[in-house]
């Protein structure tokens, strides 16, 4: 597990990263289109190992806010990303940790994509 001393934003963040990541709520959900090109059944199971992933280490995760990782899936590597954006989408957030000023996107893609 990665750092277990994190300050009370960077808590909240990997909070609301975690609860995109396994719900889907608080943001928006974007597949690539090598992602989206599976059949449904394989798109399903990328978007569940994506939500169990549990593997978060110092070295891919250095913050300790679960915004992305990388891990294998059927032979491939499949890579996640969350950004921040403020609410209107056009720009960076000033603060993730504020669901009010924070619109999440996660994007699930092939590691070849990125």
């Known amino acids: ?33 090598g992602i989206a090109a599976l059949s449904e059944p394989d798109i399903a199971a990328v978007i569940a190992a994506v939500a169990h992933f549990d593997d978060f280490t110092e070295e891919n995760d250095p913050h300790g806010e679960h915004d992305c990782a990388l891990f294998d899936w059927q032979g491939h590597k499949i890579m996640f990303k969350i950004d921040y954006y403020d609410p209107s989408l056009q720009y960076h957030s000033d603060n993730p940790a504020d669901l009010k000023k924070t619109t ?3 994007t699930v893609m092939f590691a070849s994509e990125y």
């Open 104 to 106: 999440r996107v996660m």
């Open 1 to 33: 597990m990665t750092k277990s001393v994190l300050s009370p934003q960077a808590e909240e963040i990997r909070r609301l990263n975690d609860e995109l990541r396994q719900t889907h709520k608080n943001g928006k959900v974007v597949l690539s289109a």
